[in-house]
């Protein structure tokens, strides 16, 4: 874990830089090198379901009452997490990068909420039966993979 003062981060040798207007008290997340469509693959299922979560009412409202819709945690979601891996994911599909090691930037306060989220919302889709109730099925082994890897390196850096 390093702290950074400043709203750039360096470019690690293979990796993508995402930085954002990071709080005085910022520190950089280095998370697990993997395909990029597969990153791409991971932001596409989770935009899916948020829509889909978005147009049936009463799951709508199961994810008020959990705070997965709205909310301070949410946004922070958005903003740190999902955005910048959109972004990034496909800028370096259009670059022809088979791999990326995307690093996030937030206060380790942001960063162990955006775990927390994570993990809350995944456990809620499979344990509750929302993914059933959508008619989405569970991603394939590589994308929930690939979610616990990011929640843990999140949870190691920003400890």
């Known amino acids: 874990m390093q702290d950074f003062t400043e709203h750039?981060?360096?470019?690690?040798?293979?990796?993508l830089t995402l930085a954002v207007a990071a709080?005085?008290?910022a520190i950089r997340v280095?998370?697990?090198a993997a395909p990029t469509d597969?990153?791409?693959?991971?932001?596409?299922?989770?935009?899916?379901?948020?829509?889909?979560?978005?147009?049936?009412q009463s799951v709508l409202e199961q994810a008020f009452e959990h705070g997965f819709v709205e909310g301070t945690a949410s946004a922070m979601v958005r903003k740190l997490l999902v955005n910048p891996l959109v972004?990034?994911?496909?800028?370096?599909?259009r670059a022809g990068r088979a791999r990326m090691a995307p690093i996030l930037v937030g206060s380790s306060r942001q960063m162990r909420v955006v775990?927390?989220?994570i993990e809350r919302w995944g456990i809620w889709l499979?344990?509750?039966?929302?993914l059933g109730k959508l008619g989405v099925?569970?991603?394939?082994?590589?994308?929930?993979?690939?979610?616990?890897?990011?929640?843990?390196a999140i949870r190691r850096q920003a400890a």
Do not use: H, K, Q
């Open 8 to 15: 750039e981060v360096e470019r690690p040798e293979g990796g």
């Open 23 to 25: 709080p005085r008290e």
């Open 30 to 32: 280095d998370l697990p």
């Open 38 to 56: 597969l990153y791409l693959s991971w932001m596409s299922f989770l935009l899916n379901v948020d829509r889909r979560i978005r147009s049936s």
């Open 87 to 93: 972004t990034s994911s496909a800028g370096a599909l």
């Open 115 to 117: 775990a927390d989220f």
């Open 126 to 130: 499979v344990e509750d039966g929302v």
């Open 137 to 152: 099925r569970m991603p394939e082994p590589g994308i929930a993979a690939l979610r616990r890897g990011v929640v843990r």
